[in-house]
């Protein structure tokens, strides 16, 4: 494709997103794109766009030779793949905002894009209005990359938010976000921690080279976490924020998992406020950059798809350097973490598994420790997840076997005992 082309859009999906990206194309007649289609699974519902664009058939879509590229931003994962696989094979572009789908399909997806030679993009199913996988790409060297942390969730950011500066219970926070729309009317998927996993899935590749399955990755929500942490929390004068991290061991291997974690009020993450997104990425000679914008709403993530879009005039695709170009680095669970834990009662929580307890606060009703433990004791367990358990990280989590010797031989300095 070339800067002049026109591009003929076949649209799946005329939700939030879809409508968004509807109308930011008729704000920018310079793109030269049109939709000249919209699939859409309940024809009867009324929608603010001509009757005669819409269709219950896909095929419409999927085998129009005037079509050249399809944008795809359904909630149906599997259907998504189908459609991305016909498009693709098809000869024509793609651009979609799954990030299920793409988390559960990579290496899928991945063949597909080296066999057909048609571009897949997808910057609307990382950050939204962040755009993250272009920088990823075109800016950071693997070699050079030291760590990532992110925000990448704007639901759960803000029930965070507002547990922690109005004080609200999780229960209260979570009414209000579904009632101002940041939040669906089933929200498992967000405050669980399933959509920050899956996007993270496919961020480790662009980042690393990295291809795992979701089910690989050390994850949970903000399900568990009381109004006590947000209090511990203040007292500490720290925040909780879901963070998705990733960061190169001394090693080589890159640990990585999304988790609850306090971060320190001067910490670029702790002005990442509400439904926001924010990016935090420390290379070898740039040092920290910091990325910030919404990460939810219609224009916000519409903006992203028409990035793409736009795109695609001048033929972009992702080169996934770091996979093909480099030596992909490899995931690792060999380090160890420190972490908050609360818990109503002891029995939920195997001392024996930490190398040490820092902190222990056993007087309240709500009791906790700080300790440190070894990463694959999350991995393999599920105690920190269960009967009202809160597992929060440290600002600073990870420590290599080095380090940990280190604080072991400090500590029992401290004690007395060498």
Known sequence: MDAHKQLTLGLFGFGVVGEGL???????????????????KNPSKQRNAPDALFTTEKDELLYDSDINVIVEVIDDSEAAFEIVSIALKNGKAVVSASKKMIAEHLSELLELQQTTGESFLYEAAACASIPVIRNLEEYYDNDLLHSIKAIVNGSTNFILTKMFEESLDFKQALILAQQLGFAESNPSLDVEGFDAVNKWTFLLTHAYGIIDNPNNIVFTGIQNIQSSDAAVAKEKHYHIKLVAQ?????????????????????????????????????????????????????????????????????????????LYHHKPNE????????????????KYVPRESFEWIEEWHAVEDRKYLIGVIH????????WWRENRVS???????????????KLKKKSLELAGVI
Do not use: M
């Open 246 to 322: 990733a960061q190169k061991l001394s090693n080589g291997k890159v640990a990585a998992f999304v988790l609850p974690q306090f971060i320190k009020h001067e910490d670029h993450l702790a002005f990442v406020r509400n439904e926001y997104n924010g990016v935090v990425i420390e290379s070898g000679f740039a040092d920290k950059q910091f990325f910030y914008g919404k990460g939810a709403g219609s224009f916000p993530t519409a903006s992203a798809v028409l990035s793409d879009i736009s795109a695609l005039r001048y033929g972009y695709h992702y080169e996934y350097k770091k």
């Open 375 to 382: 990463f694959n004791e999350l991995l393999t367990k599920s």
């Open 22 to 40: 509807y109308k930011a194309l008729r704000l920018t007649p310079s793109l030269n794109a049109t939709i000249k289609k919209i699939c859409i």
């Open 391 to 405: 597992l929060i990280l440290a600002p600073e989590p990870v420590i290599e076997d080095v380090e940990l010797r």
């Open 331 to 346: 995931l690792t669970h060999d380090f160890y973490v420190k972490a908050y834990v609360s818990f109503d009662d002891l």
